[in-house]
């Protein structure tokens, strides 16, 4: 293994992450079972705070992984996470006659956020402006789906796939059948 420190340290915190989310325990359990405080494992999660070697053997025994495995280079090639549709996180109180399911995972929130998108006939999604230089990318699944950005308005059948700026007004409004839209929203 030729890393140096800062490969290992850039790696580590979202490693430690990935391990304690994938046995399901939250923060404060990962505290209980470690005796590391809940505020350190949070610090070192977020690589604001470098674990020492005594704190992280205590991490990786309680969340029950391979101290070198932590910290070794690439991805297991041989894990799938899978998100059964029975828990995939759903919005159903923004716009109107519209239900969002989020597809990306939470740590992608602001940064590159995916969307399987369900409306009713006539049902609509009204976005104020994203941060600067946001974009989104959309394509209909089924139906028809008419999009505004700004002054641009431009309607999509089952098929098309549309790319427009997301850091101005825009919105999503379904025809007059039921539809399905796969959205990706990329903010700068």
Not at 10 to 38: D, F, Y
Not at 133 to 151: C, D, F, R, Y
Not at 160 to 183: C, K, N
Request: glycine share 8%; aromatic share 4%.
């Amino acid at each position: 293994m030729t890393e140096n420190a800062d490969d290992i340290l850039t790696r580590l915190p979202a490693r430690l992450k990935e391990a304690r989310r994938a046995q399901g325990l939250s923060l404060e359990a990962v505290a209980n079972l470690s005796g590391v405080s809940r505020s350190m494992v949070s610090q070192i999660e977020r690589g604001e705070s470098s674990p020492t070697i005594a704190t992280l053997w205590n991490l990786t025994r309680a969340l029950q992984v391979d101290f070198a495995g932590l910290l070794e280079d690439g991805e297991a090639a041989d894990k799938i996470e899978v998100l059964r549709a029975t828990d995939v996180p759903s919005i159903d109180n923004m716009g109107h006659g519209c239900r969002i399911q989020i597809l990306s995972p939470p740590e992608e929130a602001g940064g590159h956020e995916v969307y399987d998108i369900r409306f009713e006939a006539g049902g609509a999604l009204n976005s104020q402006p994203h941060t600067r230089g946001a974009n989104e990318q959309l394509t209909v699944l089924e139906g028809s789906v008419q999009i505004t950005s700004g002054s641009a308005s431009n309607t999509l059948n089952a098929g098309d796939t549309a790319r427009y700026a997301a850091d101005i007004a825009h919105s999503i409004q379904a025809g007059d059948q039921p539809a399905r839209v796969f959205l990706i929203v990329k903010n700068a």
